[in-house]
Nanobody, 124 residues
Framework: QVQLVESGGGLVQAGGSLRLSCAAS????????MGWFRQAPGKEREFVAC????????YYADSVKGRFTISRDNAKNTVYLQMNSLKPEDTAVYYC?????????????????WGQGTQVTVSS
């Protein structure tokens, strides 16, 4: 069982930045690819970014490409999402998730473990 705890959400003005963190309990953290998803009120959960277990492969949704950066520190069992140039449409609850193949996926059903989510609100 992998436990994930997100932090770093908050309220920011449009154009600002936030960095989300997700700490994992699993000692074999590097075996898992990690993903960030988000869900706005009344909308389906959507893929944001993912990173392979080694950190050598990353993938982004078109809506965040060039603005968000996913990274990981396997020594600290932590994955990060640096969010720059935030827009009001980025407002959502952000979730981190662990995918067991280590490769990564844009499909949320591929992820076995989820954090509780952290709220990001971007004001205009």
């Amino acid at each position: 069982q992998v436990q994930l705890v997100e932090s770093g959400g908050g309220l920011v003005q449009a154009g600002g930045s936030l960095r989300l963190s997700c700490a994992a309990s699993e000692r074999t953290f590097s075996r898992y690819a990690m993903g960030w998803f988000r869900q706005a009120p009344g909308k389906e959960r959507e893929f944001v970014a993912c990173i392979s277990g080694t950190g050598g492969r990353t993938y982004y949704a078109d809506s965040v490409k060039g603005r968000f950066t996913i990274s990981r520190d396997n020594a600290k069992n932590t994955v990060y999402l640096q969010m720059n140039s935030l827009k009001p449409e980025d407002t959502a609850v952000y979730y981190c998730a662990a995918e067991p193949t280590g490769y990564g996926s844009t499909r949320y059903r591929e992820y076995d473990y989820w954090g509780q989510g952290t709220q990001v609100t971007v004001s205009s």
